[in-house]
């Protein structure tokens, strides 16, 4: 368990009984369900999972998602694709999303996760380490702006060499 920003606030792995409440805060977070169903799903067909939530006095205000991503050419390579994310409008901007994303890198780390690849906002994740990953001569396979598409070496050099396209798992093209 990982203590956030504010005393109150604990990070810890998701729980089969944290499925119903992880679910609504999803629905609530995004404008449509496509986040909620692609966790719900990425809970039955991806392994291994990196699933954490953010909990104040017992309900779920948090919660973050790691699923396996494969770089074209390098099956040897252990990566995970970071998302979605989402907090609760009430608890927004007292560190969570942060807290969540620290206490998720450090679960990938220790189950031997080499690098992290995530499709989101250029202002934000590289406050965490993340680069854009064209730096590291890799690519989505999504058609997104190279700014947007990031990685963050988890074990030195691991990308060293590397190149091609990542691609997330089908659950993601299935929505």
């Not at 504010?6 to 679910?23: M, N, T, Y």
């Not at 999303?97 to 998720?104: E, T």
Request: net charge negative; glycine share 10%; proline share 7%.
């Amino acid at each position: 368990m990982v203590q956030a920003g504010a005393s109150d606030v604990q990070v810890r792995p998701e729980g089969p009984s944290d499925f119903a409440a992880v679910h609504a805060l999803n629905l609530s977070a995004f404008p449509s369900p496509v986040e909620a169903e692609l966790v719900d799903t990425l809970r039955e067909q991806a392994t291994p999972l990196v699933s954490l939530v953010a909990e104040v006095a017992g309900a779920i205000v948090g919660h973050i998602l790691f699923s396996p991503v494969t770089l074209a050419g390098r099956p040897d390579l252990h990566l995970m694709g970071l998302g979605p994310t989402a907090v609760a409008a009430t608890h927004r901007g007292r560190g969570i999303g942060s807290a969540l994303v620290r206490a998720g890198l450090a679960r990938c780390r220790s189950i031997g996760t080499v690098a992290v690849v995530v499709l989101g906002h250029p202002d934000y994740y590289p406050r965490f380490g993340f680069r854009p990953a064209s730096e590291f001569g890799i690519g989505s396979d999504y058609d997104v702006p190279t700014e947007v598409f990031m990685a963050l070496v988890l074990v030195p050099d691991a990308l060293s060499g590397a190149s091609g396209t990542v691609r997330y798992h089908q659950a993601f093209a299935d929505l």
